[in-house]
C-alpha cells in the first residue's frame, strides 16, 4: 500500500485523460450529493423550525387569568378537573332567566343598559351560543369598558370575587405578579397584564383610528412571547414601565391599519383615552404558522406599560399573569404552585373556590382553533390530555417532517444512484482505453490488487471532488430555497461530512466492477491491445 | 545453476474445436551472463517462448526454472513478484506511459515492489537509472518530446531500475532506423560484459541476432539450431556513429 497522495495523484492524472467525460460523471455525483446535502439541511430546518413553533406557541407558558371559570367549585386548586366530564348543555329557558337576571341585577347598581348589554355580549370572549351552553352566565363588570365614565372599586373590594367571569374579576394584582417572580422556583418571567378594547387614532388625524386590543403589560413581555421581532424601534423598557411613561408599541398589523403598510411609526404620536402616546416600537412575527391578522390579539394589539394603565384609569387590578417555566416539562408543577401562593395570598380557605384560574399554554392551544363546542369537550377533558398535548404535537409534526425527509432522501438516492452509473460508465471506458497501460503494468510487476486499487482510486477521487462541488451546491440550494421560498433550512457541518463519505463510498461501490474487469485482463492480450 | 532451465516445454492453445501446439517440446539451459538471439519466422513460436520466460504465461506441459526455482505452477500474482524483481522487459513499441516523465516511467516497477520504497528512494533509484543510460538531462521530458532511441533508453533504464537478473527484448529494434538499432544494441552488449546482466532477445532480423554470444532458430515449436556465436561489435559498423550523435 502507497500513501492515499500517491492514489490520489494517480486518480488525478489519470481523470484528467478524459476531461470532458470526467466533468459529465461528476456532475452526476455532484448532483447527487447536492440533492442530499439540501434534503438533509430542509429536514433538519423543518425539525428546527418545528422545535420554534412549539415554543412560539408557549409550550412553557402559563397564563393566570383573574376570575373563577369554574364558578360552582367548592374544593381543590385544580379548575380544570371540573370539567373532567363532558357537561350537556342547559335548558335555553333556564339560561335566559339567569341572563335577564343578571341585567337587572346591573341595572340596580346604576350601570348603563347599553354597557350592560355590550359586557354581556363580550361575555368572557366566548360567543353566545357558548355561554349558553357552559349554563354559566358570568357577572361582568363594566369597568371591563374604558371608554365608559365609571368608579373604580379596588381590588381589595373585589376580592373573593370568585362568581366573576374570566379576566372580568379585579382579583389579581401587581404585588401577586412579583411574588410568583420572586417566591416559586423554577419560574422564569413573569409579566403583569391589563387587557381592554381600545379606540386609537394618529394624532393630528382622527380619521386614521383603528379598533384594537389594548395591553397594558411589562418590558420582559418580548422574553416570554417567542417569535417576537421588532422590525421598528423596541419594547418597552423597565425605566418606562417604572415611571408610567405614556409610551405604546405597536403590533404590526395596527401599525400597518394606523400609519399604511411597512410605514415606520416610531416617534409618531397615538392618541388613546384622549392622551398622547409616543410610539417607540413595532412588534412583528418571526414564525410562519403566526402571521400578523386582524384580531390575532398579538399583532392587532398595542402595548403600554400596565403601570401607565393603573395610572390613566385609576385601576390596581390585573387581567392575567403571563408566567413562562425555565423548563417546558416543568409547567404542571409549577401551575400547582401558583395556584397554591395565590390562595395563600389571596386568603382562601379550605372550602372556597380560586378566584383566579391558571391555564397553562396546552390547555390554550387545544381550545384555539376547535369549534366552541368541540373545545368544550375538549376542555373538559383537559385533565388527562393535557400531559400529552405538546409531545403528541410534536410527535406527530416530526412524523410529518419524517415523511417528507424520507421522500427527499429518497430523492437523494436515485440521484446518487445514477451519479454512480454514469462513474462506472466513465470508468469502464477508462479501462478499456488503458488496457494497453493495464498490461504493461501488469508486465512491470502489478498484482491483480495494484490495478485495481488504482481504478477505484480513480473513481474515489472524482466522487470526492463531485462530492465536495455537490456540498458546496447543496448549502447554495438550501439557502436558495430559504431565501425564495422561505423554507426553513439548517445546514450542519455534519451533514457535509456525511455527504463526502457518502460520495466516497459510492466511488467505491462504482469503481468495484470497472476495477476488477481491469484486474483480471491477461497480460499478454493487454499488451498486444490497441 | 542456469538462470533459465526448460525442461520439455509445451504450450498448447485451445481456440474454439482447434488446439494450435504453439510449443512441442522446448528443453534448453541459459547461463548467467549469456546474450542469447532467439530468431524465427513469425509463428514459429518464439513469441509464445517469449512469453513463458517472461512469467506472463504458464506452459502447458514441462518445467520453466527460473535461477532454480520451479515458475510453472505459480500463481498470477505470484508470477508478477518474479516479473517485478527478477525480470526486465523492453519492448518493440517501448510502451512508456504518455503524459507521464521519464523519470515517472521508470519509476513505475519499484511502484510495485515490496517492501514499498519510499518516494524519494524510487525517484533517486529511477535518476541513477536514467543516468546509466545518458538521459540525466532528459529525466523530465515526456516521451512525445524524446526521440525514438532516448524513447528505448527509457524503456532500458526501466527494464534495469529493479536490478533483475534477467532482461528479455521483445523485438527492441523494431521501430528504431539502422543507426539507433545499433546504439541500442551497443547498450545491451555493454550491460551484459559489465554487469553480467543475462539477455535474452526476441527477433525476426538475423544482422540483429548476430550481437548475441549464442543464436537459437525456432520453427513449428521446436528448437531447430542452437549454436554459440561470435557476437558482431559496433566498431564492426562501418556507419557506426558517436553516440552523442546517436540520440
Known amino acids: 500500500m502507497h500513501s492515499p497522495l500517491h492514489y490520489l495523484l494517480l486518480g488525478l492524472t489519470a481523470l484528467l485523460r478524459n476531461r470532458l467525460q470526467t466533468a459529465l460523471a461528476m456532475l452526476g455525483v455532484t448532483v447527487g450529493v447536492g440533492a442530499l446535502v439540501a434534503s438533509l439541511a430542509l429536514g433538519r430546518g423543518a425539525q428546527e423550525s418545528i422545535k420554534d413553533q412549539l415554543l412560539a406557541a408557549g409550550a412553557n407558558m402559563i397564563v393566570v387569568t383573574a376570575g373563577n371559570y369554574a364558578t360552582q367549585k367548592t374544593q381543590g386548586t385544580e379548575p380544570a378537573a371540573d370539567h373532567a366530564r363532558f357537561t350537556p348543555p342547559v335548558d335555553p329557558l333556564q339560561f335566559i332567566a339567569r341572563l335577564a337576571a343578571a341585567r337587572r341585577d346591573l341595572l340596580a347598581r346604576g350601570y348603563a343598559a347599553h354597557n350592560i348589554d355590550a359586557a354581556l355580549r363580550a361575555g368572557a370572549g366566548l360567543p353566545v351560543s357558548a355561554v349558553a351552553s357552559t349554563g354559566r352566565l358570568q357577572r361582568v363588570h363594566f369597568e371591563d369598558d374604558p371608554m365608559a365614565e365609571h368608579d373604580h372599586p379596588t381590588a381589595k373590594e373585589r376580592l373573593g370575587d370568585s362568581m366573576a367571569g374570566l379576566g372580568a374579576a379585579a382579583t389579581l394584582t401587581l404585588d401577586d405578579a412579583v411574588a410568583i417572580r420572586e417566591q416559586i422556583p423554577g419560574v422564569q418571567f413573569a409579566a403583569s397584564g391589563v387587557h381592554e378594547n381600545a379606540r386609537i387614532a394618529v394624532d393630528g388625524d382622527p380619521t386614521r383610528q383603528w379598533f384594537t386590543r389594548m395591553h397594558g403589560t411589562e418590558s420582559r413581555l418580548p422574553d416570554i412571547r417567542r417569535g417576537w421581532v421588532f422590525p421598528f424601534g423596541e419594547f418597552l423598557t423597565e425605566r418606562q414601565v417604572a415611571d408610567a411613561e405614556q409610551v405604546m408599541v405597536l403590533g404590526r398589523f395596527a401599525a400597518d391599519k394606523l400609519f399604511g403598510a411597512g410605514a415606520n411609526p416610531v416617534g409618531k404620536r397615538v392618541i388613546l383615552w384622549n392622551q398622547p402616546f409616543e410610539v417607540v416600537g413595532v412588534v412583528g412575527s418571526t414564525s410562519w404558522a403566526q402571521q400578523p391578522a386582524a384580531g390575532d390579539d398579538q399583532f392587532d394589539a398595542l402595548y403600554i406599560p400596565v403601570t401607565t394603565v393603573h395610572r390613566l384609569l385609576n385601576l390596581s387590578k390585573l387581567n392575567t399573569i403571563t408566567v413562562t417555566t425555565a423548563s417546558a416539562g416543568d409547567t404542571t408543577r409549577i401551575a400547582g404552585e401558583i395556584t397554591a401562593l395565590l390562595r395563600q395570598r389571596h386568603g382562601i380557605g379550605e372550602a372556597m373556590a380560586d378566584d383566579f384560574t391558571v391555564r397553562t399554554q396546552a390547555q390554550e392551544m387545544l381550545g384555539k382553533g376547535l369549534s366552541p363546542e368541540l373545545a368544550r369537550i375538549v376542555g373538559g377533558n383537559l385533565a388527562t390530555m393535557e400531559q400529552l398535548t405538546i409531545e403528541q404535537l410534536s410527535t406527530s409534526l416530526q412524523r410529518a417532517n419524517r415523511t417528507m425527509l424520507a421522500l427527499l432522501a429518497g430523492v437523494a438516492t436515485v440521484s446518487l444512484l445514477v451519479g454512480g452509473i454514469g462513474v462506472m460508465n466513465l470508468l469502464l471506458l477508462s479501462v478499456t482505453q488503458r488496457t494497453r497501460e493495464v498490461g504493461l503494468r501488469m508486465a512491470l510487476g502489478a498484482r491483480r490488487r495494484d490495478i485495481a486499487r488504482q481504478f477505484v482510486s480513480e473513481a474515489v477521487v472524482l466522487c470526492l471532488v463531485g462530492g465536495v462541488l455537490g456540498a458546496g451546491f447543496g448549502v447554495l440550494a438550501a439557502n436558495g430555497l430559504e431565501e425564495f421560498f422561505q423554507w426553513s433550512t439548517a445546514v450542519s457541518p455534519l451533514s457535509a461530512v456525511l455527504a463526502i463519505a457518502v460520495a466516497a463510498a459510492l466511488g467505491v461501490l462504482s469503481g468495484v466492477y470497472p476495477a476488477s474487469r481491469a484486474a483480471q485482463l491477461d497480460p499478454i492480450g493487454a499488451l498486444q491491445h490497441e | ?247
Open chain 2, 1 to 247: 545453476m542456469p538462470v533459465i532451465s526448460l525442461q520439455n516445454l509445451k504450450k498448447v492453445y485451445k481456440l474454439g474445436d482447434n488446439t494450435v501446439n504453439a510449443l512441442r517440446g522446448v528443453s534448453l539451459d541459459i547461463e548467467e551472463g549469456e546474450f542469447v538471439a532467439i530468431t524465427g519466422p513469425s509463428g514459429s513460436g518464439k513469441s509464445t517462448m517469449m512469453h513463458i520466460l517472461g512469467c506472463l504465461d504458464r506452459p502447458t506441459e514441462g518445467h520453466y526454472l527460473l535461477n532454480g526455482n520451479d515458475v510453472s505452477n505459480l500463481s498470477r500474482d505470484e508470477l508478477a513478484d518474479i516479473r517485478n524483481r527478477q525480470i526486465g522487459f523492453v519492448f518493440q513499441g517501448f510502451n512508456l506511459l504518455p503524459r507521464t516523465t521519464a523519470a515517472e516511467n521508470v519509476e513505475v516497477p519499484l511502484l510495485y515492489s515490496r517492501p514499498v520504497l519510499p518516494a524519494s528512494e524510487r525517484r533517486a533509484r529511477a535518476l541513477e537509472a536514467l543516468r546509466a543510460m545518458g538521459l540525466t538531462d532528459r529525466a523530465f521530458h515526456h516521451p512525445s518530446q524524446l526521440s525514438g532511441g532516448q524513447q528505448q533508453r527509457v524503456a532500458i533504464a526501466r527494464a534495469l531500475v529493479n536490478r533483475p537478473t534477467l532482461i528479455l527484448a521483445d523485438e527492441p529494434t523494431g521501430n528504431l532506423d539502422t543507426a539507433t538499432s545499433i546504439e541500442v544494441m551497443r547498450l545491451l552488449q555493454e550491460l551484459r560484459e559489465k554487469q553480467k546482466i543475462t539477455i535474452v532477445l526476441i527477433t525476426h532480423e538475423p544482422d540483429i541476432a548476430a550481437y548475441g554470444t549464442r543464436i537459437i532458430a525456432v520453427r513449428d515449436g521446436i528448437i531447430i539450431s542452437d549454436k554459440p556465436n561470435v557476437p558482431r561489435r559496433v566498431s564492426d559498423e562501418p556507419e557506426a556513429l558517436p553516440l552523442a550523435a546517436v540520440g
